[in-house]
């Protein structure tokens, strides 16, 4: 496999810039002269739309910036690239952050893409949830899988540590998750159950479905919303814009408020984090890290809007705590804490409290 030394960044056919790997092991990046004039700032904190080379910090993201980073697969979707490495007698470990951008195709989070990429031969298969369930079943407890090819090519580019595939279901593109080592076989329920008590809390997700199966009570399925018209929309998640990886539980829900006003400039996009908050506190979600929460660009209106919420279900994180803090409480975080990050960012206590209460009470549903 060719080492490139450069890749070209896309958005939806447009160049937005080149990036280049420097002596240091860093990735830098400029903006393409072009994209100067037409284009936006694709991280606004990091790489402001200026003419300058943009160079990074090694950590967190071994001298990537983290937008891009946010294109590279995570969990899931990166043990299945090292298998197909593998599979390829290529060493995982020798392989650095830009090449791994060459990997991530078409269908890869977001709408930036790159150029040159590297491509695997890979063969067509029949779609079978139940198969493709089972195969990602095997790899997870370290097994050969005769379908590693097909779960690349629809997995490959995909974050989150439970396994999925990326797919099209009449003519629109969705992912459809399977369980993981630690998940009980019915999680795919679980999940479809909390995106309808969330929808229910008022808070904006994407079309949802429960997928089905002969082996258990379902998968759980999303449309993606970072696909629109046949268009991928923009799209960085926190971790990205902060320049903080998902693994540190550095946040706290009132940085996240004023990072969500700071970018939209939104009182609708605040009170969607404040239900979300809600929610993720009185749901028992805990793993709301840094990638968790995500922000796409509207090229229409030229401005940011919070993403539709995703990944709620029952979970817990490092010590049981969550990997966002309420107003400092991460363990037994309690409806004053939940209303002190609502009066800090400027919702009114009367309004803050109902909606808390209210959500407590849908909640409530779950734990039937």
């Given at each position: 496999m060719e080492n490139y030394k450069y890749l070209k960044v896309f958005y939806n056919d447009k160049t937005v810039g080149t990036l280049a790997k420097t002596p240091d092991r860093l990735v830098a990046f400029e903006y393409d002269n072009e994209w100067l004039n037409i284009g936006f700032s694709i991280s606004p904190f990091s790489l402001p739309l200026q003419k300058k080379v943009f160079i990074p910090k090694y950590e967190p993201f071994k001298?990537?910036?983290?937008?891009?980073?946010?294109?590279?697969?995570?969990?899931?979707?990166?043990?299945?690239?090292?298998?197909?490495?593998?599979?390829?007698?290529?060493?995982?470990?020798?392989?650095?952050?830009?090449?791994?951008?060459?990997?991530?195709?078409?269908?890869?989070?977001?709408?930036?893409?790159?150029?040159?990429?590297?491509?695997?031969?890979?063969?067509?298969?029949?779609?079978?949830?139940?198969?493709?369930?089972?195969?990602?079943?095997?790899?997870?407890?370290?097994?050969?899988?005769?379908?590693?090819?097909?779960?690349?090519?629809?997995?490959?580019?995909?974050?989150?540590?439970?396994?999925?595939?990326?797919?099209?279901?009449?003519?629109?593109?969705?992912?459809?998750?399977?369980?993981?080592?630690?998940?009980?076989?019915?999680?795919?329920?679980?999940?479809?159950?909390?995106?309808?008590?969330?929808?229910?809390?008022?808070?904006?997700?994407?079309?949802?479905?429960?997928?089905?199966?002969?082996?258990?009570?379902?998968?759980?399925?999303?449309?993606?919303?970072?696909?629109?018209?046949?268009?991928?929309?923009?799209?960085?998640?926190?971790?990205?814009?902060?320049?903080?990886?998902h693994h540190l539980p550095n946040l706290d829900y009132n940085i996240l408020m004023k990072l969500t006003l700071e970018l939209t400039k939104n009182y609708q996009d605040i009170e969607q984090l404040y239900r979300l908050m809600c929610f993720n506190v009185f749901a028992h979600n805990r793993d709301d890290h840094s990638k968790n929460f995500s922000f796409l660009f509207n090229a229409n209106k030229k401005e940011w809007e919070l993403a539709p919420a995703y990944d709620l279900t029952y979970s817990s994180s490092l010590n049981g705590e969550h990997a966002t803090t309420i107003n400092g409480e991460g363990k037994n975080p309690a409806l004053e804490d939940i209303l002190i990050v609502a009066k800090n960012i400027g919702i009114k206590e009367k309004q803050a409290k109902d909606i808390a209460l209210n959500i407590k009470d849908k909640c409530l549903k779950l734990f039937d």
């Open positions: 001298g990537l910036f983290g937008v891009f980073n946010d294109s590279l697969p995570d969990g899931w979707g990166r043990l299945i690239v090292d298998r197909l490495f593998l599979k390829n007698k290529i060493n995982p470990d020798e392989i650095d952050c830009l090449n791994r951008l060459a990997v991530v195709q078409e269908s890869g989070m977001g709408a930036l893409t790159y150029k040159p990429v590297h491509k695997f031969e890979t063969h067509e298969e029949e779609l079978n949830y139940d198969k493709l369930a089972q195969e990602c079943s095997k790899i997870l407890e370290s097994q050969n899988s005769d379908s590693l090819d097909e779960l690349f090519k629809l997995g490959g580019s995909s974050g989150g540590a439970r396994p999925k595939i990326l797919t099209k279901i009449n003519g629109e593109d969705w992912i459809i998750k399977f369980p993981s080592s630690q998940d009980s076989k019915n999680i795919g329920e679980q999940e479809y159950r909390y995106s309808l008590i969330a929808k229910d809390c008022g808070i904006k997700m994407s079309e949802t479905k429960l997928f089905d199966s002969k082996i258990c009570s379902g998968y759980f399925g999303t449309k993606r919303f970072d696909r629109k018209d046949g268009k991928k929309l923009h799209m960085v998640s926190v971790s990205g814009l902060l320049e903080t990886s």
